[in-house]
């Protein structure tokens, strides 16, 4: 699909006023508290969302089914898909959105900075994420930013509706194993 470089630029418009309103309406956490925060209690519109830490990673046929195996002994009576996209894409966190920090100094990110880099980097469909942190003027990429709570960008999403546990850390490693890849975790709630 070919998208103008108009559309992608009010999608990512619109994904913000979104994440900046649902931000703005109850989420008054801190970044501790998101850490340890359940988010599956009592929520049916939460999805764990599990993309490699490489944006342009895709396993194979095979890793890609024995994955989804996988979690469905974890998750036997939760909805498990496998997404594939041919361009890299913006997994967000939805209203758990909080605070972009500088993975060098700790800094805060300010929204509208990391916008106009996002906009940068869509207009070449996120092949180059690349960045320089406005704080401490140190190269990065949007990626590797730290996202309170966690986000990414990837080509492959393996998605879980509605998990009613978090994901146990030997459950994470045995799939890297699977996947050939560092995984990150993303509870995503709309």
Same mark, same amino acid.
């Given at each position: 699909?070919?998208?103008?470089?108009?559309?992608?630029?009010?999608?990512?418009?619109?994904?913000?006023?979104?994440?900046?309103?649902l931000t703005s309406?109850?989420?008054?956490?801190?970044?501790?508290?998101?850490?340890? +925060? +359940?988010?599956?209690?009592?929520?049916?519109?939460?999805?764990?969302?599990?993309?490699?830490? +490489?944006?342009?990673?895709?396993?194979?046929?095979?890793?890609?089914?024995?994955?989804?195996?996988?979690?469905?002994?974890?998750?036997?009576?939760?909805?498990?898909?496998?997404?594939?996209?041919?361009?890299?894409?913006?997994?967000?966190?939805?209203? +758990?959105?909080?605070?972009?920090?500088?993975?060098?100094?700790?800094?805060?990110?300010?929204?509208?900075?990391?916008?106009?880099?996002?906009?940068?980097?869509?207009?070449?469909?996120? &092949?180059?994420?690349?960045?320089?942190?406005?704080?401490?003027?140190?190269?990065?990429?949007?990626?590797d930013l730290r996202?309170?709570?966690?986000?990414?960008?990837?080509?492959?999403?393996?998605?879980?509706?509605?998990?009613? &546990?978090?994901?146990?850390?030997?459950?994470?490693?045995?799939?890297?194993?699977?996947?050939? &890849?560092?995984?990150?975790?993303?509870?995503?709630?709309?």
């Amino acid at each position: 699909m070919v998208v103008s470089g108009n559309t992608m630029v009010i999608r990512i418009m619109y994904i913000f006023l979104i994440l900046t309103a649902l931000t703005s309406c109850g989420n008054n956490n801190t970044p501790e508290e998101n850490k340890t +925060n +359940n988010f599956m209690e009592d929520d049916p519109s939460t999805i764990l969302r599990i993309i490699s830490t +490489n944006p342009s990673y895709i396993p194979n046929n095979q890793q890609q089914q024995q994955a989804k195996d996988f979690l469905t002994k974890i998750y036997p009576k939760h909805k498990i898909e496998w997404i594939s996209k041919d361009t890299i894409e913006f997994v967000d966190q939805g209203q +758990n959105f909080d605070t972009i920090i500088c993975p060098f100094c700790g800094k805060t990110i300010e929204t509208e900075y990391w916008q106009d880099a996002m906009e940068k980097a869509d207009q070449n469909h996120f &092949t180059d994420l690349t960045i320089i942190t406005p704080c401490c003027n140190k190269h990065t990429s949007l990626n590797d930013l730290r996202y309170i709570t966690p986000a990414g960008f990837a080509k492959f999403i393996l998605s879980v509706n509605d998990p009613e &546990t978090e994901i146990a850390q030997e459950n994470i490693t045995s799939l890297e194993k699977i996947l050939g &890849t560092q995984l990150r975790i993303i509870f995503t709630h709309y």
